[in-house]
């Protein structure tokens, strides 16, 4: 062990996620186990600035796990972002006698934890909690599988009304500059396109796509946005725009899902990634590691330093675009 650590800080941060409840009760039940203390930070970033610290004991999280949100609530501190605002939070960490930090959130958290750590001598462990899916050096995120099978039961439910109406349907997901969400549900929905960041898609290779979609007897069709916004409007609201100017054959309407995919319960599958990532974030803090992101590859857990995690774009597997244009024909 590089230091004795006696109590742990533990924040969630940016926007919440499925699962980030799990992550928590993981980290303190585990923290427990070993004698360490847990102090809740509420408000992410914003709360280590205000001082808002609330002991934590083992039933602090009962009955947390399949809740969704985070108990810890969630900020994104603009203070944090600058010296002055590190320099209050270290301040309270130091009188509060806390050795040691486990930051919950995505990329504009662990970037907050990066600076935070090349400042101030603090180890701090990151988890991986965004719906977005797009934090390098691990196959997933708390909360992505969870926003996934949300957003696949609305599409389900568009798909019957695009179907009884012969209509085009953008709809929108989240993931500003990722397309993970967009392209894994357009396969898990059936749906005929997706339109990704990451992606160089135009309209008329859509238009070409749906048209293909359409001689195979298809007269309704869902397309998977991102929402990266196009000329100042969302990406499924600029999409049917220029549809419905360059091919008013079609009947174009927009969906926006929004904040409904960031709600409601986690998937098992996020509980148990969540309960192991925060497993080993405390083992991690035990065995003298500091600022590294926990990740999940290939079944294993793994140790990504924040500076790959947050800095290097993580792909999209081009084979999920393959299987998803072959299996929409
Ligand atoms: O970062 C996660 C995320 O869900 C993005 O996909 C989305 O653009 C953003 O949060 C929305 O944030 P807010 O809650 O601030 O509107």
Redesign the pocket.
Known sequence: MERHIKTIGILTS??D?PGMNAAIRAVTRTARFNDINVIGILRGYQGLIEKEFVKFTSSSVSNTIQRGGTILKTA?SKEFMTPEGRKKAYANMVEAEIDALVVIG???SLTGAQLFAREYDIPIIGLPG???NDLYGTDSTIGYDSALNTIVECVDKIRDTANSHDRIFFIEV???DAGFLAQNSAIASGAEAAIIPEGNTDVDQLAAFIERGKRKSKNSAIVLVS?AQKDGVGGAMYYADRIRNEYPQFDARVTILG?L??GGMPSAYDRILASRMGYAAIEALLEGQRNIMIGIKNDEIVYVPFARAVKMNKPINEELITVLNVLSM
Do not use: C, L, S, V
Request: net charge positive.
């Open positions: 940016g926007g996620a994104r995505g990329n504009g965004t719906i977005d989240m993931g500003r929402e904040h995919q960031r």
